[in-house]
């Protein structure tokens, strides 16, 4: 072999992973999934079994060749040898590329704004998160000059984007239904004449919907989540009005309402998993068959502000089987041709498909920035109202120093488990509020349920592999782009 010896698989540069009698290969630099021919997947064996034993890869790879029915010529060997260092799965030596090429971060992306218009909510959600979040009759509404002063930061920070978001978060955003107006009437026309692109969103509790409402926020064509546990006795559990009483039936009337009568864009369910609550594949079933919602998203709380209703590790190692259970039904159906709406799986998979390499784990503070009732900013709409210092406010602007060293932090890999995982591409440390409520540091990557990860992360692989023989049209309708029906 003309190479510069000694050989070495670069372990944290693949994960291998077997759908049916298949070998597939994931590039965890490039999130690219190969499937691996009998040629390469011998290489990689006898690299393997060489670090194991002790013996030089070239001995190993000079047996490969002399094997007696060996029919692989010296050539091909050559050639399988020299992809597999050029995608730095096997080392000569030389030094490796860094999977995050930079620690600066310049100059912010932004792309969306969140406005917190509403500290105050009509609910009394037992888990509640919110770290600002009053009663109603205490609730702290943004001013109109608040939000307008956010919109021009947003186009300041960020003249080269075509496209823009605004999102409308509390408390429950509808409870100041006049700034989202004003909003919208502002937005309209100024992102217009530039040419440019806005869309709305806004998750709610549902409860304050009206027809007249709804089919203003469906002019608008606004993203709509509606914030829903699933049947009456999960819900109830823990979403409460002030006075104590589930809010199941009301919810279900307004969401159903809002169902039969929304046309712009597909209606998802966001579903809370605390303590308690573990019941992924009959919330599923209650949201997407019974009501109608287009996708369901489940976020499983594990570090939040009140510790009492954080999962606890069995639970939330039911809640990933529950995924994987649902996994099996969503991939059965993509087998038809139909989407169940699964929206966990659904992204993870758009990822996928996506050759997802991300250095940083969302978007707050890169791409999106949360403005509280104030003016100040946050990370994202979690941060708002926390001890978590702002980085700026939308009167003096974006406190870029703070913010670039805040990020430069969490990019820093070296040193931490992140820097050899499998899935550090694609999970690159977690959620910063989940850091920042488990362990006081928003740049911790969050360690306390990586393995499970990792699992949902060769699961979403080994499903999307599968579509991908069975059912690639279902991949080009749904995933490319991104679809929901
Ligand atoms: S937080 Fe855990 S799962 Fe995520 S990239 Fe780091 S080590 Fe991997
Ligand atoms: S920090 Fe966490 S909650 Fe905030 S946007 Fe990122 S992933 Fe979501």
């Not at 932004?110 to 037992?126: E, F, H, Q």
């Not at 823009?164 to 026309?189: A, K, M, T």
């Not at 659904?346 to 784990?361: D, I, M």
């Not at 702002?390 to 969490?410: D, K, M, S, T, Y």
Request: net charge negative; hydrophobic share 40%.
């Amino acid at each position: 072999m003309n190479m510069r010896a000694p050989l070495n698989l670069v372990e944290h540069n693949l994960r291998e992973i077997r759908v049916d009698n298949a070998r597939m290969l994931f590039h965890v630099p490039t999130s690219a999934l190969f499937a691996l021919d009998a040629l390469t997947g011998s290489l990689i064996d006898r690299l393997r079994a060489a670090r194991a034993t002790g013996q030089a890869a070239e001995t190993l790879i000079a047996q490969l060749l002399a094997e007696p029915g060996s029919t692989d010529p010296a050539e091909d060997i050559e050639a399988a040898l020299r992809e597999l260092l050029l995608l730095e799965i096997v080392s000569d030596g030389g030094t490796l590329s860094d999977d995050v090429p930079s620690r600066r971060v310049d100059q912010l992306a932004l792309s969306t704004i969140v406005l917190n218009v509403n500290t105050g909510c009509n609910l009394n959600c037992a888990y509640c998160y919110k770290e600002d979040l009053d009663k109603p009759s205490a609730g702290k509404k943004m001013s109109k000059e608040t939000a307008i002063n956010a919109i021009e930061l947003l186009l300041a920070e960020s003249p080269q984007e075509t496209r823009y978001n605004v999102v409308f978060f509390g408390g429950e955003p509808l409870s100041h239904p006049q700034l989202i107006r004003d909003v919208v009437d502002y937005c309209e026309p100024r992102f217009g004449e530039l040419g440019k692109t806005v869309d709305f969103s806004l998750t709610t509790n549902g409860t304050l919907l009206t027809d007249t409402l709804t089919d203003w926020l469906d002019t608008h064509r606004f993203g709509l989540s509606i914030s829903m546990d699933g049947p009456e006795a999960i819900h109830d559990r823990n979403r409460v009005t002030i006075g104590g009483h589930g809010s199941y039936a009301t919810v279900r009337a307004k969401a159903e309402r809002l169902l039969s009568r929304y046309r712009s864009r597909p209606v998802g369910a966001r579903v809370t998993l605390t303590h308690g609550t573990t019941e992924v594949e009959r919330i599923w079933d209650h949201l997407f068959n019974d009501l109608g919602f287009a996708e369901v998203g489940f976020a499983p709380v594990t570090a939040g502000d009140i510790r009492a209703f954080d999962l606890a590790p069995a639970e939330l190692a039911e809640v990933f089987a529950g995924f994987k259970r649902l996994g099996q039904r969503y991939l059965a159906a993509a087998q038809e041709g139909r989407n169940i709406g699964f929206s966990n799986l659904h992204q993870l998979l758009t990822k996928l498909h996506e050759g997802h390499k991300a250095s940083l784990p969302c978007g707050a503070g890169m791409k999106m920035l949360a403005v509280d009732h104030a003016g100040d900013l946050n990370l994202c709409h979690r941060f708002t109202g926390s001890s978590l210092p702002a980085f700026g406010n939308v009167r003096a602007g974006v406190a870029h120093a703070a913010l670039g060293e805040f990020l430069a932090r969490r990019l820093e890999r070296e040193g931490t488990g992140c820097a050899t995982c499998s899935i550090r591409n694609l999970c690159s440390g977690g959620c910063y509020h989940e850091s920042y409520a488990r362990y006081g540091d928003p740049t911790h990557p969050v360690y306390h349920y990586c393995e499970l990860m990792r699992d949902w992360v060769d699961f979403g692989i080994e499903t999307y592999a599968r579509i991908m023989t069975r059912n690639p049209a279902f991949i080009d309708l749904y995933l490319s782009p991104r679809r929901l029906h």
